[in-house]
C-alpha cells in the first residue's frame, strides 16, 4: 500500500525509545527528567474547577470560524487586543497548521530556529511546505539569532519567520535588536508565546512579546496548555498585529480556514474566563517548582520556560545514562542541537526525582 510522502518513511522507534521499554519492561525504577506535563507532575488543581465546563450555555452550538465572540473577549481583554485579530484554535499546532495554510503554497518554504522543538518538520510537511533552519548561538551570558544564516536562508519561496519567544529549550527571549533585525525582513512571524507567562530571570533588554508590533504581520500563539497548566482543555489563540490592510485581508482568508474546520469546542469557549482563574495557584506552583530544580541544577541563563540545556556530556550521553543510571533525559538532537554533547531536561520534573536523577547524572 502507498501512503503520502508527507508522513515518515521510518517508523521504527529510535534507539533511547527501545532502551526505555526494555527497562520498563523488566521494572526498573526510571527517573524521568523529561516530564513536562503539568497534569502528571504533580501540580495541584482546586477541587471542582472543571465544572464550569458544564455551563448551560455550551448546549447551544454556535459556528463561528474564529471561536465564540465572548472567548474572543476574554482573550482581546486579558492582550488588551482588538477582538476582531482574536482567532480561538483547538491548540498551537492547528494555529501552526492554519497559518501555513494561510501562507503557503506546496514547495513553499517557512524559516524555523535552530535549535527548537522538533514539531515543525511534521507540521509544514502536513501543509506541504518545507522547513529552513536559522541558526542559533550561544555567547554567555545567553543564545542569540544568527541573522547570517537567515540571510543566506531567504529565498523567493521564503513565506514566514518562525520565532520561539522564549525558546524552548533554550529559555531565552529575543532582543530588542533582534527585533528590529526580524521585521527588517519584511516577511510575517509566527511568534510562539506559550511560555511568556514563566519568566525567570529575563535579560533587561529581552522583548516579552511581539504583541503590538506593527512593522510586518505578526502572528501571536498561546493557550491553555501551558498558561494554566491545562493541555488536555484544548483552547489556543492567535492575535493578528501589523500594518491594518495586511491583517485585514489576512484575517478574510484565515476566516476560510477555520470555518472549514471550526475545531474549538463550545465548553471549553465558555469556561474560559474561570479556567484562566487557575493561573494565580497553577503558575505559582510551576514558577516555584522551576526555581528549586533550577537551583539543584546550578545553573543560569534559563531567562523562561520549563527546559534547562546541559552542556559538555560525551555523544550518546542519554543512552550511558538510561542504561547503566536508570536516568531518562533527552538528547539534544532531538531539538536540533548541531553539536553533540547537549541534552535537555525538564525543570516540571518533581524536585526528589529531580534532585536525584541529577545526582546521578554528576557521578559519572
Known sequence: MRFSGRLPHEMRPNALTELLRAKRQSGARILDLTESNPTHAGIEYPVGFLSSLAAEAAVRYEPEPFGLLSAREVIARE???????????????????????????????????????????????????????????????GWFIDFHTIERAINDRTRAIVLVNPNNPTGHFLRRHELAQLTAFGLPIISDEVFRDYRLQP?????????????????????????????????????????????????????????????????????????????????????????????????????????????????????????????LVQPGYFYDFE???????????PPDVFREGIGRLRSG
Not at 100 to 119: A, I, M, N, Q, T
Not at 239 to 244: D, E, K, L, Q, S
Request: charge should be negative; hydrophobic fraction near 40%.
Open 79 to 141: 492582550y488588551a487586543a482588538q477582538v476582531d485579530r482574536v482567532v480561538m484554535t483547538a491548540s498551537t499546532s492547528e494555529a501552526y497548521s492554519w497559518l501555513f495554510k494561510l501562507l503557503c503554497d506546496p514547495g513553499d518554504e517557512v524559516l524555523v530556529p535552530r535549535p527548537s522543538y522538533p514539531l515543525f518538520d511534521y507540521l509544514a510537511a502536513f501543509e506541504s511546505a518545507t522547513v529552513r533552519h536559522y541558526g542559533l548561538f550561544y555567547d554567555k551570558p
Open 339 to 349: 553539536s553533540p554533547g547537549y541534552i535537555v531536561i525538564s525543570l516540571l520534573t
Open 203 to 327: 535579560a533587561p533588554d529581552s522583548v516579552l512579546t511581539l504583541q503590538g508590533v506593527d512593522e510586518t504581520l505578526v502572528f501571536t500563539l498561546n493557550g491553555l496548555s501551558k498558561t494554566v497548566g491545562l493541555p488536555q482543555m484544548k483552547l489556543a489563540w492567535m492575535i493578528a498585529n501589523g500594518p491594518p490592510d495586511q491583517v485585514r485581508e489576512a484575517l478574510g482568508r484565515l476566516e476560510i480556514i477555520a470555518d472549514t474546520y471550526l475545531s474549538v469546542g463550545t465548553p471549553v469557549q465558555c469556561a474560559l474566563t474561570s479556567l484562566l482563574q487557575l493561573r494565580g495557584p497553577v503558575q505559582r506552583q510551576i514558577i516555584d517548582r522551576l526555581r528549586v530544580n533550577l537551583q539543584t541544577l546550578g545553573t543560569s541563563g534559563v531567562e523562561a520556560g520549563w527546559y534547562a540545556t546541559v552542556r559538555g556530556l560525551e555523544e550518546g550521553a542519554e543512552i550511558r545514562l538510561l542504561r547503566d543510571r536508570d536516568v
